[in-house]
């Protein structure tokens, strides 16, 4: 047992995999998220075809969430691997990236579910966030707070950790897809394509293969989708989620392996990840990524939270 008396499943071994960036809009505004959409990337595990081998690896199940306090959001403990970030040259939507290893070294604990208006207003109510966000009609309680920034998402985090004694803080973009993927080879959790069954996006559209789905045009509650072998929810759509890393063009040498946040280059300018309810099928795979200025507060951007494990 871990010092939190949760269950941490053994480590896995996630084939390798690679990490590109294609540039979908660089540079220019799209009105409907209101934002800058400086590119997006696809991540695959590539397969031990790369060596000409099979290379073994075993699923984890969901694991026992807990949670450090009534109002705190429940968490998952995300085991420790390693898995190369990036995409294979037929999946939909790559574009030039460059391809670099990451190791996850330590396991670590992510919020089950993006946090919802119900969690943030425990943090107002207590001091620690000052805004108060508009819910656009689509309804508060377990749905996944809007319209917050980078720097808000950053309060919260500090409140939380002032309030348990425990450290939170934002993913960084590798442990982020690294926990979205859950072991998988695909663009997304379930499998080579997606539905609005499945996720909260804009499904008039379909990926590859894919059938058409449903276009809800708002969020949902959180965990109205099924989890993903981690036992986490919501990584395809529903928000967007901010994580710590500074915005870069290209994964560089300069790219961190071991898992940490890249904080070099646009740091006025940060990551999301996940896609929204707004987005079409590609724009919420595993690896897709977007920038925005940390101070942007639009009505698709939402975030969850990892507390480290001692």
């Known amino acids: 047992m871990n010092t939190y008396d949760v269950p941490i499943p053994d480590t896995i071994v996630v084939q390798n995999t690679s990490v590109t960036l294609f540039e979908r809009a660089k540079g220019l505004m799209i009105a409907k998220r209101q934002r800058v959409i400086f590119a997006f990337s696809a991540v695959v595990v590539a397969t031990a075809m790369t060596f000409g081998c099979a290379a073994p690896w075993k699923t984890v199940s969901a694991s026992t969430s807990f949670a450090d306090c009534a109002n705190c959001p429940p968490m998952i403990v995300v085991p420790a691997g390693s898995f190369t970030m990036g995409s294979p040259s037929f999946e939909l939507y790559r574009g030039a ?8 070294p330590s396991p670590f604990a992510l919020s089950k579910y993006e946090i ?9 109510a207590d001091g620690g966030c000052a ?6 009609g689509w309804g508060k309680g377990k749905h996944p ?10 309060a919260y985090v ?9 450290q939170y803080r934002l993913p960084s ?13 695909t663009p997304f959790s379930f499998g080579a394509t997606i539905t609005s069954q499945q996720a909260n ?12 789905g449903v276009n809800r045009q708002k969020t949902t509650p959180v965990g109205s989708f099924p989890e993903n072998a981690f036992g986490l929810h919501d990584m395809h759509g529903n928000v967007w989620e901010w994580v710590e890393d500074c915005w870069s063009d290209e994964y560089t040498a300069a790219t961190p392996a071991n898992g940490a946040p890249f904080l070099g280059a646009n740091c006025a300018g940060r990551v999301l990840r996940g896609g929204s ?17 940390k101070e942007d507060q639009t009505w698709s951007d939402g975030f969850r939270v990892v507390r480290s494990i001692e």
């Open 201 to 212: 996006y804009d499904g008039s559209t379909g990926y590859e293969t894919g059938a058409k």
């Open 173 to 185: 973009e590798a442990e982020w897809e690294y926990a979205a993927r859950a072991g998988t080879t």
């Open 131 to 136: 805004y108060v966000p508009d819910d656009q």
């Open 158 to 166: 500090a409140w939380l950790s002032r309030k348990t004694g425990k």
């Open 97 to 104: 990236e460059t391809q670099h290893r990451v190791t996850i």
């Open 277 to 293: 309810w707004e987005d079409y099928a590609g724009d919420v795979r595993a690896a897709a990524r977007v920038a925005s200025n």
């Open 145 to 154: 707070v809007i319209s917050v920034s980078w720097d808000d998402a950053k």
């Open 116 to 124: 919802t208006f119900e969690q943030w207003e425990a943090c107002v």
